[in-house]
């Protein structure tokens, strides 16, 4: 399949013209922003993935309205962290629709499909193409170098994408091979590391009635709105910590539900009460 991405930087002709490719067929894959996903009208979509969950119904619902048009079927998929149960169930309450549970396929499940796919494609072309010059190299190859037949073979399935998606190991396995992960990037001023944030027009700035003359830091207050909320952390921006209140950094468009849930939660003994205080 080919694969395109499209977001609200691209130039007009350059949107439209990608648009036409996946109308037509030569493009089957579009990742795309929710802004430059607005205004899709693309009778073949068959899935939409999010791979992040909105944060609020609105955005849920214009996402997957770009499948299943006109009366056809399709089919939304979305991905969940557990700290994330919070907003799923306000998309629930919200479009009065509940979201299945999809079972996750196991690596031995992945691994079969792309090995039947690998054996497809080797059996499509030895049914479709004249492989009888290719033939010769490969036998002036394993007499100059008295390599085994099926080794040259798997060495030239290798390189193919398909044979190297067979030959992936586990998660857990990669883990374990994999060498120490680099030192994430650091704040030359502070030493804390950096983490990416939305720009600045998707934030709001909210107040919380808790501050350090209760006893409380940035941590208890990031902590309670990642858990309570089921907002990632690297949606929770900066935290200003005053006496006897704090303001904090959260995208635009919080559900009332979660606004509401999150203004009885307690922080050091005290409910947040959070409030709006000014967008961005």
């Known amino acids: 399949f080919d ?15 990608l648009i036409a490719d996946l109308k037509s067929g030569a493009i089957d894959i579009l990742v795309a922003t929710d802004v430059a996903a607005r205004g899709l009208d693309v009778e073949r979509v068959s899935h939409v993935v999010n791979f992040d969950v909105p944060y609020d119904a609105e955005a849920y619902v214009h996402r997957i309205g770009r499948t299943g048009r006109a009366g056809r079927a399709g089919e939304a998929i979305l991905f969940v962290a557990p700290r994330e149960r919070h907003v799923l169930k306000a998309i629930e309450r919200a479009t009065g629709k509940r979201i299945e549970t999809m079972e996750l396929p196991s690596h031995d499940q992945v691994k079969d499909v792309r090995v039947r796919r690998l054996f497809e494609g080797i059996s499509r072309t030895l049914a479709e193409e004249d492989l009888s010059e290719l033939a010769e190299l490969m036998q002036r190859y394993q007499r100059e170098h008295a390599v085994d037949p099926v080794l040259l073979a798997a060495a030239l399935a290798r390189q193919t994408a398909a044979g190297a998606a067979v030959t992936v190991k586990p998660r857990q396995a990669q883990r374990s091979a994999a060498a120490p992960a680099a030192p994430a990037a650091r704040d030359g001023n502070t030493g804390k590391k950096r983490r990416p944030r939305p720009e600045d027009s998707d934030i709001e700035v909210f107040r919380v009635e808790v501050g350090l003359s209760h006893g409380a830091g940035p941590g208890n207050i990031v902590g ?10 690297r949606y929770v921006g900066k935290v200003d910590m005053a006496a006897e209140h704090s303001t904090v950094e959260l995208p635009v468009g919080m559900p009332r539900e979660i606004f509401a849930h999150l203004k009885k939660v307690r922080v050091a003994g005290r409910p947040l009460n959070i409030s709006r205080v000014a967008a961005r």
């Open 3 to 17: 694969a395109a991405a499209i977001n609200g930087d691209l130039a007009q002709p350059q949107r439209e013209r």
């Open 224 to 233: 309670a709105i990642i858990n309570e909320a089921g907002v990632a952390r």
